[in-house]
């Protein structure tokens, strides 16, 4: 069994930072790529960051030179840095990850990953 457990999230006021983790655990062969999506109030998930193993980073338009993303490959983690936060950034931010791992039923497969949401409020 694989989980990924994000933490970081909160309250910050606008042109503040934050930096969100998020863990991979378990049965894990390897990791291809993790990244970051969101869910503002209302509205559908979307791509924030997101990073391959030994590739470029790539970023939504939105958060160009304002977000980082990271990861430790030997620690199986991702980490986003969020500055100067504008209001419009307010989402619930979801870890993602696609992961090689083992089960009963598939054997050896690839597959993508959820963390539960952690809540970024970002206030004007």
């Known amino acids: 069994q694989v989980q990924l457990v994000e933490s970081g999230g909160g309250l910050v006021q606008a042109g503040g930072s934050l930096r969100l983790s998020c863990a991979a655990s378990g049965t894990i062969f390897s990791v291809h790529t993790m990244g970051w999506y969101r869910q503002p109030p209302g509205k559908q998930r979307e791509l924030v960051a997101a990073i391959p193993s030994g590739g470029a980073p790539n970023y939504a338009d939105s958060v160009k030179g304002r977000f980082t993303i990271s990861r430790d490959n030997a620690e199986n983690t991702v980490s986003l840095q969020m500055s100067s936060l504008k209001p419009e950034d307010t989402a619930v931010y979801y870890c993602?990850?696609?992961?090689?791992?083992?089960?009963?039923?598939?054997?050896?497969?690839?597959?993508?990953?959820w963390g539960q949401g952690t809540q970024v409020t970002v206030s004007s």
């Open positions: 993602n990850a696609l992961i090689l791992t083992t089960s009963q039923a598939v054997g050896v497969t690839w597959h993508d990953y």
